[in-house]
């Protein structure tokens, strides 16, 4: 045998080693190549449903805080109205004509006093209160010390005082009614 020969056979060995070297390469390249596109594949989609669930968390949120505001918002403006429909129920009363004021007042009087209080009221209303104990027929007496109130009258017995105000009576029925109020304009 030739060198030649040999060499060619050594040649084609090597030839033949390469090019299987290269094709088992090439096919662990593909597998590596297969396993990342699947696994990419897979990550793209778990952050792809990720992302969209966080998005529907993200929309929900948005509607929710601005129901919320929506809400904080009518509450505000149904507390308004109940706000003004008692400012206006005090002021009518604070405004109402001499006569119907004094009835008012001797109903008030009939109804809290028990007999042997001093009756303070605000000094605009000394003459009239003069006129409502009178005409309740409670042993009540006016006495010359006034106070800062807007209507209505304190009964004081000793040290104890009974405020009959138009301030505290409103306060009081507006507590009481104020519920039912809201209750109407759906407020609670």
Known sequence: ??????????????????????????????????????????????????????????????????RLELRKELLSAKQKIIDDAFQKAFEKITKMPEKEYQSFLEKLMKETAAGGEEVLCKKEDQSLLEKVIKSSGKKVTLSKETREISGGFILKNGKIETNVSLETLFETKRNDLEQEVGKLLNVF
């Open 1 to 66: 045998m030739a060198i030649e020969d040999v060499i060619a056979r050594i040649t084609q060995s090597a030839n033949d080693k390469k090019s299987e070297i290269l094709r088992e390469a090439e096919q662990e390249k593909n597998k590596i190549m297969s396993e990342w596109q699947k696994n990419a594949a897979d990550f793209y989609e778990i952050e792809r449903r990720k992302a969209e669930h966080d998005a529907d968390n993200e929309k929900r949120s948005i509607v929710l805080a601005r």
